[in-house]
């Protein structure tokens, strides 16, 4: 426990390094209900409200057993967006927005058909209704936990003209024709050893892991794509640091043109796509 009465700044010391200083002020700003600009402007000040001391001294402690702070805050910014997150689904990343930028740029800004396949807390496809408004956007999940927390986003955005729907992949949609199909499916090794590290321990192992490659998923997803892609439509995916070349082969044998991998801030290529041939 955190013995009283302390300061802010006491508050933010760590002596066995547990916990780092950024994830410190991050729970500490969400436990006093302010910014962290407002703590660094009052440091020095003591904190008087008990419960503060208390739900920060929990958050310390969850965070400490390694609870990811995207969990124990309840949401996670992506593309200037605030995004509701739980740990039915998996957190949004900084590199997953590669996949929107390719998006809009690939793609005309006026109407579009797009599916969010495997939509999670419904980050990709929510961003991409939100910055084109003639988008058609249907996101789906095969978690209809999943999709509840898509679903208080949506509301939360104000976008209730995203559908959402309850499929495996694109199983079901035989029958609707896209113009963009994008997706952060599972795709790490069935036994990494980062899947017992770091957050993954606590993010939802289906939308993680698939296979001894990675890429069961990913290879139905192919799949299926080209059979619902209209004739000059765009398959994004996101995929693991060491899976562009096989990913890249995979399209190209299903048909796909225009295939290619983009590399993300750090030179990783980290998605790839292609355009359905004629």
């Excluded at 605030?82 to 930028?101: A, D, G, K, N």
């Excluded at 990709?124 to 986003?153: C, F, K, Q, Y």
């Excluded at 439509?233 to 295939?259: I, K, M, N, P």
């Amino acid at each position: 426990m955190i013995d009283e009465p302390t300061t802010y700044r006491r508050l933010l010391q760590d002596p066995d390094g547990s916990v780092d200083r950024f994830d410190r002020e991050v729970l500490l700003a969400h436990a006093i209900d302010r910014d962290r600009a407002w703590i660094w402007s009052h440091l020095d000040d003591q904190v008087e409200n008990p419960k503060h001391l208390e739900q920060y001294d929990q958050l310390l402690a969850q965070r400490t057993r390694g609870h990811p702070v995207a969990y124990l805050l309840g949401y996670r910014e992506f593309y200037a967006r605030r995004f509701y997150v739980s740990p039915e689904v998996l957190i949004p990343r900084p590199e997953t927005e590669l996949l929107i930028e390719l998006a809009l740029d690939l793609l005309p800004k006026e109407k579009a058909r797009v599916i969010d396949v495997g939509t999670g807390s419904g980050a990709i496809g929510l961003t991409l209704a939100a910055e084109r408004p003639e988008w058609a956007v249907l996101a789906s999940d095969l978690s209809e936990s999943a999709l509840a927390v898509a679903s208080i986003n949506r509301d939360q955005l104000a976008l209730d003209r995203v559908e959402l729907a309850h499929c495996d992949l694109l199983s079901g949609l035989s029958d609707r024709r896209f113009d963009l199909v994008i997706s952060n499916p599972p795709y790490v090794a069935e036994g990494d050893p980062h899947l017992d590290s770091g957050d993954l321990r606590y993010e939802p192992a289906i939308a993680l892991a698939s296979g001894h490659d990675g890429l069961d998923l990913i290879r139905l997803l192919i799949n299926q794509a080209a059979q619902v892609l209209d004739t000059k439509g765009w398959l994004l995916f996101e995929h693991g640091y060491d899976q562009a070349e096989a990913v890249r082969a995979l399209l190209d044998a299903h048909g796909f043109e225009a295939t290619r991998s983009w590399t993300d801030l750090s030179g990783i290529e980290r998605a790839s796509g292609g355009r359905l041939a004629t």
